[in-house]
C-alpha cells in the first residue's frame, strides 16, 4: 500500500475511527495473552477432557488471531501507522520542508497536536505549532 499523507486536520478527522479500532487492538490482544497462558497439567485430567480443552482453547485462539489481524488491516488501510499497541501510539505520514515527519497522537489525546521527525520517535515530539502546514 502506498504511503498516505496527512495534514493535522486529516489525520484529525480520522481518529474517530482509529480510536474504535485501538480498543478493539487492545481488548482481543488480551483476550489472546489470556488464551495464552492457560496451562493444562495432562497428569491432573483425564485425556478425552485435555483433548476437548485443548481443541477449545486452540479453535479460541485462532478465532480471535483472525479477528485482531483483520482489525490490524481495518487500521493500516486509514493510513496511520501503529507504534505501540498498548500504549495506543500512533503516526501520520506528512510533508514538512520537502522532507518526511510524523504526526504523531496518543489514546487520550484529544487532538493531533505534536510531530517528530522519522527518526527521534515519541521522545522526540514537538507541537504542531513548530511547522506550517
Known amino acids: ?48 477432557e485435555l483433548v476437548e480443552t485443548s481443541t477449545k482453547l486452540s479453535k479460541e485462539f485462532h478465532k480471535l488471531s483472525y479477528e485482531f489481524y483483520k482489525e490490524l488491516e481495518k487500521l493500516e488501510k486509514t493510513g496511520c501507522l501503529l507504534k505501540d499497541l498498548e500504549q495506543g501510539l500512533v503516526d501520520f505520514y506528512c510533508k514538512f520542508e520537502n522532507r518526511d ?29 513548530d511547522i506550517e502546514q
Open 1 to 48: 500500500m502506498p504511503k498516505k499523507y496527512f495534514t493535522a486536520e486529516s489525520a484529525q478527522k480520522q481518529l474517530p475511527k482509529i480510536r474504535k479500532s485501538l480498543s478493539k487492538l487492545q481488548n482481543l490482544k488480551k483476550a489472546i495473552d489470556t488464551i495464552t497462558s492457560v496451562r493444562i497439567d495432562p497428569e491432573e485430567i483425564e485425556y478425552d
Open 101 to 129: 515527519i510524523f504526526l504523531c497522537w496518543k489514546l487520550g489525546e484529544e487532538r493531533v497536536k505534536a510531530w517528530h521527525e522519522r527518526d527521534s520517535g515519541f521522545a522526540g515530539r514537538k507541537p504542531i505549532i
